[in-house]
């Protein structure tokens, strides 16, 4: 096993989750972050980094480790790890509920935390305010703020390109992101103990893997719109699971089901990290949050459903303290939830992390780098995969390895250009 040596070589390799913590901390004269031509967000730089910006961005980048170091007293399960607290639940406000991307259980935490004064704001990923179909990371303070920023951006971001300045200013906050973007906060905590003290809650959403920005410009091309037209894009949200719904200036309005939108042959590709991602359900946070679909058949329905359900595992003490908090205070409701229910809802992450062992024997055997996983228990979830997932698994990332095929451009390439036809 190889972990990468550099940061280079980490985004060359497909490792790079695009959270932009290593911006953040070598500033802007080494690295900013910007869209790759694969339609990634990624760290450019125009100079190779010095050996002590290379250890800076080492110890912290979850391309490289994912160790974990959220304190918990829980014996993990084998695929959803360790919860203290499991539960499915909601938004008691209404306006929450419809607007998120769920249940609106992440939005009613952030709201909790910021109206109780537990925390001075909420670092979390909103739409960008110059082209609707991007989007940014913000420090938002209100309830309104926050709940502008609900729903799920299924596009590139990067919620820590300004964690350090963020630190330097001394407020207290919690975070919401990827199970990925946590990682990189807990990394991090292990180098700077301002990250214990200042960021209290690290709320994730489950997460199956990001796609590319091509994935955003070829839903707005499938409606015969061009991207430069579009005043509004939200990908899910208003209803559970809500339409993809695009507006453009001239008042034009499209709207598709979540089905429609995931399952139709849509053209993009997804981060390769996220392919060898072996924590979907965010075990490095302190809560996290996914959908509670209805069942049919044995299998999850994404059919509408009018208000949404989340389920959502508090993993650590703080978490489960969090949530009792907030639904004492009245901004969640919350209703029994098996983990029975769980295994059969959320399987997807079962056989994503059953795989990951599997993934990663065919990147070692092509020499290729890939992360430290810690105490994710990738062996054990891996002996767990029956002969075949462990054949398919392993026969795809070989192929994949020896075809180039988790390579990504060098920090140094220019950025993204959108295919301005449309169709
Ligand atoms: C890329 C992606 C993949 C997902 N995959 C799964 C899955 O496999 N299974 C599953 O059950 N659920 C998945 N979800 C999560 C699901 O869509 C909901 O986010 C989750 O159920 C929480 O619902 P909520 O109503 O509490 O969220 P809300 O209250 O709407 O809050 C969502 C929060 O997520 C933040 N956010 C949105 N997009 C991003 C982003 N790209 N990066 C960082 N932060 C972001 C927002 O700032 C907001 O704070 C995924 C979400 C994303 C963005």
């Known amino acids: 096993m190889r972990v990468a040596a550099s940061l280079e070589e980490i985004v060359e390799r497909g490792l790079c989750t695009g959270c932009g913590a290593c911006a953040s901390l070598l500033g802007p004269d080494v690295l900013r972050m910007d869209l790759s031509p694969e339609g990634f967000m990624r760290p450019r730089g125009q100079r190779p980094l010095d050996k002590a910006e290379q250890q800076t961005v080492l110890e912290v980048c979850a391309g490289h480790t994912q160790k974990g170091g959220a304190p918990?007293?829980?014996a993990p399960h084998r695929i959803f790890g360790a919860m203290l607290h499991l539960a499915k639940g909601h938004a008691t406000d209404r306006d929450i509920r419809f607007k998120s991307a769920t249940g609106g259980v992440l939005t009613?935490?952030?709201?909790y935390l910021v109206e109780s004064g537990e925390v001075d704001g909420i670092l979390q990923v909103s739409v960008s305010g110059d082209n609707p179909l991007l989007n940014e990371a913000r420090f938002n303070t209100t309830r309104e703020q926050i709940v502008a920023s609900s729903g799920s951006r299924y596009g590139p971001s990067a919620p820590l390109k300004d964690i350090v300045a963020l630190l330097d200013s001394g407020r207290r906050f919690a975070f919401i992101g990827k199970p990925c973007d946590i990682a990189t906060l807990r990394n991090l905590s292990r180098v700077d103990p301002r990250v214990e003290l200042q960021i209290p809650y690290m709320l994730a959403m489950v997460c199956g893997g990001n796609p590319s920005i091509a994935a955003t410009y070829n839903i707005v091309r499938r409606f015969g719109e061009d991207h430069r037209d579009v005043e509004e894009l939200r990908y899910r949200g208003h209803g559970w699971p809500g339409p993809t719904y695009v507006r453009t200036r001239q008042g034009r309005e499209h709207r598709q089901t979540y089905d429609e939108t995931w399952f139709s042959n849509l053209t993009y590709e997804l981060m390769f990290r996220c392919k060898i991602c072996a924590d979907g359900v965010g075990e490095?946070?302190?809560?996290?949050?996914?959908?509670?679909?209805?069942?049919?058949?044995?299998?999850?329905?994404h059919r509408e459903a009018g208000d949404g359900w989340n389920m959502h595992i508090a993993r650590t003490e703080r978490?489960?303290?969090?949530?009792?908090d907030?639904?004492?205070?009245?901004?969640?409701?919350?209703e029994?939830?098996?983990?029975?229910?769980?295994e059969a809802m959320h399987d997807d992450h079962g056989t994503k992390k059953r795989s990951v062992l599997w993934r990663l024997a065919g990147l070692a055997l092509t020499a290729q780098p890939f992360p430290d996983h810690g105490a994710l228990r990738v062996v054990q979830a891996g002996l767990a995969a029956s002969w075949r997932e462990r054949w398919t698994a392993f026969r795809g990332t070989l192929a994949?390895?020896?075809?180039r095929r988790n390579r990504e451009s060098p920090i140094t390439s220019g950025t993204y250009a959108p295919d301005t036809t449309t169709r």
């Open 72 to 74: 918990v007293k829980a």
């Open 319 to 324: 978490g489960r303290q969090l949530i009792e």
């Open 284 to 301: 490095h946070a302190d809560v996290v949050a996914g959908d509670c679909w209805a069942m049919e058949g044995g299998k999850p329905s």
């Open 400 to 403: 994949r390895s020896l075809k």
């Open 108 to 111: 009613a935490l952030a709201v």
């Open 336 to 342: 029994p939830f098996s983990v029975t229910e769980l």
């Open 326 to 334: 907030a639904v004492v205070a009245g901004y969640l409701h919350e």
